[in-house]
């Protein structure tokens, strides 16, 4: 151990400034502020969205459109992933569980399946919705639904 070498112990240097504590601290006087104006003053907040005057770009800008805070959003599920799953397990039930183990859901996700696609397994469906082309191509090849 040399001179060239030492350090001061783990966490005894300080990194932050600390301000308004007099001249001698070299951050005394304005603290840091500037001189004047409405930033140099005590109770200053900045406004979120204020443009010093001019007016926001949130009122600017002209609004449109309608969102629905009642809108139930299902992830579509066709006939035809159905029938590869049934064909890759050699499942006669399909549920949520087959398909959030498959990897095509998330266990929070509502599902709806579609008539996109041919289905020839016998399978029990359960899901949230069926399209009217599903729920009749299901029963055609045999198969039931059961709505959760």
Same mark, same amino acid.
């Given at each position: ?98 398909? $959030? +183990? /498959?990897?095509?859901? !998330? ?5 709806? &399946?579609?008539?996109? *696609?041919?289905?020839?397994? =016998? @399978?029990? $469906? +359960? /899901?949230?919705?069926? !399209? ?5 191509? &299901?029963?055609?090849? *045999?198969?039931?639904?059961? =709505? @959760?």
């Amino acid at each position: 151990m040399n001179l060239s070498n030492l350090k001061p112990a783990e966490g005894s240097i300080k990194t932050r400034k600390r301000i308004g504590r007099g001249t001698g601290s070299g951050l005394g006087g304005t603290s840091t502020r500037g001189h004047k104006g409405q930033k140099s003053r005590s109770g200053y907040s900045k406004k979120i969205g204020f443009e010093g005057g001019q007016m926001p770009i949130q009122r600017r800008l002209p609004k449109f459109g309608f969102k629905n805070i009642n809108r139930v959003e299902f992830k579509a599920i066709n006939i035809e992933t159905l029938q590869q799953l049934a064909e890759k397990t050699n499942a006669t039930k399909i549920g949520i569980d087959e398909l $959030v +183990s /498959a990897g095509f859901i !998330s266990s929070t996700q509502l599902v709806k &399946i579609l008539g996109k *696609g041919s289905i020839s397994a =016998k @399978l029990e $469906v +359960s /899901a949230h919705a069926f !399209s009217k082309s599903a729920e009749a191509a &299901i029963q055609a090849a *045999g198969g039931s639904i059961v =709505k @959760l």
